[in-house]
Structure formats: C-alpha cells, structure tokens
C-alpha cells in the first residue's frame, strides 16, 4: 500500500484527529499533508476512512478525500474553483 505512495510523493503524513465507531464501522477522520515528487506542490486535505471489521479483521476499506485538490498537486499549471481546498504552493 504505501510503496506507491513513496514513490509519487516526495513526503506525505497522516493526522487523524476523531475515530467514530458504530458496531462493526469505524471511521477515521483527519488531514493528509503531501508533497508531490515531480511538481513539488504541497497540499493539505481532509480524509475519511472507514473500515468495516468481521472477526477481528478488516473486511473492507473506504477511503474519501479530494481527488481533485489531488488532480491540481500533480499537474504543473494549477486548476482554480470556489471552494477548492488549500494548494500551499502553486
């Protein structure tokens, strides 16, 4: 999972900052910070991820965050829409 991660990011972390369970769901919210190896822009995003357990197992993983504050970090020229999420460079 995070060998394609460290080879298209120059550095990336994860922050969580709530876990909200309900049964068998839980769910991860928090920041993703990254920078990209080949543009070298910066973002900061919000993330869910929810995991479904069985016996003491994941049996599923969803992961949400904006793939399109993702889209403008990896492309060179930068895409502005009202609302966007913050771009720290570029």
């Known amino acids: 999972m995070f060998v394609p991660l460290m080879q298209e990011w120059e550095s990336f972390s994860r922050a969580p900052s709530?876990?909200?369970v309900d049964g068998s769901t839980v769910v991860s919210l928090g920041r993703f910070a990254?920078?990209?190896?080949?543009?070298h822009k910066?973002?900061?995003?919000?993330?869910?991820h929810v995991w479904d357990i069985q016996n003491?197992?994941?049996?599923?993983?969803?992961?949400y965050i904006d793939t399109l504050?993702?889209?403008q970090v990896r492309r060179l020229l930068p895409v502005h829409l009202h609302g966007a999420p913050r771009c720290l460079n570029g």
């Open 18 to 20: 709530e876990f909200l």
């Open 34 to 39: 990254c920078v990209h190896r080949a543009t």
């Open 42 to 48: 910066r973002a900061d995003l919000a993330y869910a």
């Open 56 to 63: 003491r197992k994941i049996e599923r993983h969803r992961q």
């Open 69 to 71: 504050a993702l889209e």
